[in-house]
């Protein structure tokens, strides 16, 4: 790495020779240390798949219900033959609605079926008592990503006349005419206005403490006269509902304006053109590729996946859990499983000192936080349980007469069902948000519990191969990163339960608040080359990153083999990504994640030891003053 470089771009010095010579593959938006770990995993459950094939009678009764299903996906011959006919159970649903009342009459069935609704209904945990879950209630979504897309009148026209032509394309393969086809989009795209002014932008959502508005059932039916909601509440979960979390207050206020038998013509038509672009992916190839064509374009996207590999994610990604179990078992183990948990604890250790140490708590503050991180639960490799949901799954094959809209309508609704069960009972904090398979990992506020699947746990993140420095840097800042959830701006509103619980002094939340917003001002503004960055949208993340990076410092310098240069050169190599500029344009606006290149460089400008390490000075890009730094944990 050349001097210079460290000093001015470190993510750059890094990382130059593979942003040179990366290629984004033609069916991404972007490629990145995160993708190449799972392009990895990608080709080894495809291989894995084929061979399940040859030796179905040998596997587990679940997976050979992937792989019956597998068989179904991958058949584009009969996909091709069937048509559009498979759509007509859904479409024939919507075509007979005429009101409201109508609506009511079927609301339960679309919604287990998991059919596009203007609103609907959710079973989560009760932030007020993690120990329960109750019924959430919000709207659809908007066709653009964001609601900033429709404040610009000029990229608001561009994006609606890319999805207009889209749309056409797709509705026109369905079979509609074209007059049916200018009227369908036209009457879908009136309804999307009516939610763009009560629906939350992304900054919104990222403070997701506020989606928590707890209206009585007296209190939605006042506000909700043209739509019985709380008995399509108690229908889904077979019992009395007294409440429901509101997750967006200004869309259940216009409730009443907006869903009408007056606009129905215009919910119809928008329920119409939404199923027609959902359910896209399980007939044609021709369907499927034009279903897909809005969003390749908004990311940049230059091609649509593979026939083969769009075989495999349709049946994966109903298995996902099954397949990431054998896959956490087979290619990480128990030996490994219990090297990860041994260093996610001693993170978790460190923590706590720094807690302890820390110069702007009040003792009754870091009892509570420490407190909390001695209860945190702590998951790695793969789960100890899957959801039952999977041993009800049948897949009846096109030999009896079905196609993969009836296999997803079924399997849909058992999950459906399943999940409205749980209303009013204790959740399961075994169970897992995502499969074994998945690079990625995550903490839960409500459950106050850290996630890290097997699939994350490869090099550059971690390797045996990889000094403890590079593994710290890597896999060690990614824990410590998920540990730091729970006391970024939303966790930190948690208590050690898991509810919604003030547990901060009134002096303490406020000097927390202010931090937030040093660390928020820290990076508003900042440049990334295809946009300025949200500091507001990123400031969780950003908090993480930071303590994270901070913990894993502290831990690998309190090893006993610690290299600066190694621990520096893996957190930015761990960020490396190369994107299409539609793509990284998008996730500005969406994404609760800083860009990578900040993530590198601007954590590490924020860090004393990386300045002195290297010697940067005032005259250095990596510069930043010593006043400006934002140290939280």
């Known amino acids: ?43 080894t459950l495809m291989d894995l798949t084929s061979r399940w094939e040859k030796e179905k009678s040998s596997l587990s009764k679940n997976l050979q219900k992937y792989i019956d299903l597998y068989q179904m996906t991958k058949d584009f011959e009969k996909r091709n033959q069937l048509g559009t006919k498979p759509f007509d159970i859904v479409s024939k649903k919507i075509e007979k609605l005429n009101n409201l009342k109508d609506l009511k009459d079927v609301f339960k069935e679309l919604t287990l079926e998991d059919l596009e609704l203007p609103f609907g209904f ?52 369905y079979g509609y005419k074209e007059e049916t086809i200018d009227k369908l989009i036209k009457d879908a795209l009136a309804f999307d206005e009516l939610l763009v002014p009560v629906t939350k932008s992304s900054v919104e959502k990222a403070d997701y403490v506020k989606m928590y508005n707890p209206l009585s059932k007296k209190e939605v039916q006042e506000l909700t006269n043209n739509f019985d909601l709380m008995a399509m509440a108690e229908a889904l979960v077979n019992e009395d509902v007294d409440q429901l979390i509101i997750t967006n207050l200004d869309f259940i206020k216009a409730f009443d304006d907006i869903i009408t038998d007056d606009n129905f013509s215009i919910i119809k038509a928008w329920m119409i053109l939404s199923n027609a672009i959902k359910f896209a992916s399980d007939l044609t190839d021709e369907i499927r590729i034009a279903g897909g ?181 890597g896999i060690g800042a ?49 440049e990334t080359g295809y946009g300025q960055c949200n500091g507001e949208l990123t400031v969780s993340e950003n908090i993480a990153d930071s303590g994270g990076l901070r913990c894993a410092l502290e831990a690998s310098k309190n090893s006993g083999h610690h290299n600066f240069e190694e621990f520096f050169q893996n957190w930015a190599r761990v960020w490396r990504n190369k994107s299409s500029i539609e793509y990284s344009q998008l996730l500005l606006k969406v994404d609760v994640h800083g860009p990578s290149i900040l993530r590198a460089n ?32």
Not at 346 to 357: H, L, W
Not at 614 to 625: A, G, H
């Open 1 to 43: 790495m050349k001097k210079d470089q460290i000093k001015n771009n470190y993510y750059e010095a890094v990382n130059g020779e593979w942003l040179e010579k990366a290629v984004i593959p033609g069916d991404q938006p972007s490629v990145s240390a995160f993708l190449e770990l799972h392009l990895g995993i990608e080709k």
């Open 122 to 173: 959710m079973v989560m945990q009760d932030f007020m008592n993690s120990n329960n879950q109750i019924l959430y209630f919000g709207a659809a979504d908007l066709f653009l990503p964001d609601t900033s897309y429709y404040k610009d009148e000029k990229q608001k026209a561009q994006l609606i006349s890319l999805f207009t032509m889209t749309s056409k394309q797709l509705l026109a393969l």
């Open 293 to 473: 064509a809005f969003r390749r374009a908004l990311s940049g996207v230059k091609e649509a996946q593979s026939q083969e590999k769009y075989a495999f994610y349709q049946a994966y990604n109903r298995f996902g859990q099954v397949v990431g179990l054998h896959y956490g078992e087979t290619y990480f183990g128990p030996i490994a499983k219990k090297d990860v948990e041994v260093m996610v604890h001693e993170m978790i250790d460190v923590y706590q000192e720094r807690i302890k140490n820390n110069t702007w708590l009040n003792e009754e503050t870091k009892e509570k936080a420490v407190k909390k991180l001695s209860t945190l639960n702590v998951h790695v490799g793969y789960p100890d349980e899957l959801p039952p949901y999977f041993d009800q799954f049948k897949i009846k094959g096109y030999d009896n007469g079905s196609d993969l809209i009836q296999e997803r309508l079924a399997m849909t609704k058992i999950i459906n069902v399943y999940n409205f069960k749980q209303y009013n009972k204790e959740p399961n904090r075994n169970l897992w948000g995502m499969p074994a398979s998945m690079v990625n990992a995550y903490y839960s506020p409500t459950n106050n519990q850290i996630v890290f699947p097997a699939a994350i746990l490869q090099e550059p993140y971690y390797s045996l191969k990889q000094s403890k420095s590079e593994n710290y840097g």
């Open 478 to 526: 990614v824990m410590a990163h998920e540990i730091s959830h729970a006391f970024d701006n939303n966790g930190a509103k948690f208590d050690e339960t898991g509810s919604l619980n003030n547990w901060w002094t009134e002096a303490d939340l406020k000097a927390f608040n202010k931090k937030s917003k040093d660390m928020i001002d820290l990076f508003e503004g900042v």
């Open 602 to 633: 601007m954590q590490l400008s924020n860090l004393p030891e990386f300045q002195e390490f290297y010697e940067i000075s005032d005259k250095d890009n990596m510069y930043l003053p010593k006043e400006k730094m934002v140290s939280i944990w």
